[in-house]
């Protein structure tokens, strides 16, 4: 049996949204877009055509700050992923699909933290940690919803 890293977190879930699956893979694939309708996502720089840097913070008092690298980009099969480095080590995977209409966009994210003294608070804050990141991918959602709601009545 292989011991589970307290400082390893696992996230999978679902966004909802009433768009072309083209329009959020596009809304996706351009993350210095990101600070504008993700309210947690403070900045984001490229660095590169598929590297960069991102800040963001959700409720916790502190932000990470990470490296990212595009790995996968195929608009064709909805696939974007991207590996994580800095404060975060690991990967975030988004799948899109067509569903009643709209897209369904299904994230998986494998990520351990770097930073020394949030490993150290990994096991006792676990359902904090837990509870911050579902509260900025919900808010991330109803942004991304507000954010192609808006562009795409102007096309």
């Known amino acids: 049996m292989t011991e589970t890293k307290s400082y390893r977190f696992r996230f999978h879930g679902d966004w909802s949204v009433a768009a072309p699956s083209a329009a959020v893979y596009a809304a996706l694939d351009r993350p210095e877009d990101y600070p504008r309708w993700w309210p947690q996502v403070r900045e984001v720089v490229r660095t590169g055509p598929d590297t960069g ?27 974007l992923e991207i590996a994580l ?3 975060l080590a690991g990967r975030l995977r988004w799948t899109l699909t067509r569903r009643d209409g709209g897209t369904w966009a299904h994230y998986d994210q494998d990520t351990e933290l770097r930073k020394p003294f949030l490993r150290h608070l990994a096991r006792p804050a676990r359902p904090v940690f837990t509870a911050n990141h579902m509260a900025m991918m919900r808010a991330g959602q109803r942004g991304l919803r507000a954010w192609l709601g808006v562009h795409l009545d102007e096309e």
Do not use: N
Not at 56 to 66: D, E, I, Y
């Open 53 to 79: 840097t991102c800040r963001f913070r959700s409720f916790l008092p502190f932000a990470l700050r990470v490296t990212v690298v595009a790995t996968t980009r195929d608009p064709r099969a909805g696939v």
């Open 85 to 87: 480095g800095g404060d």
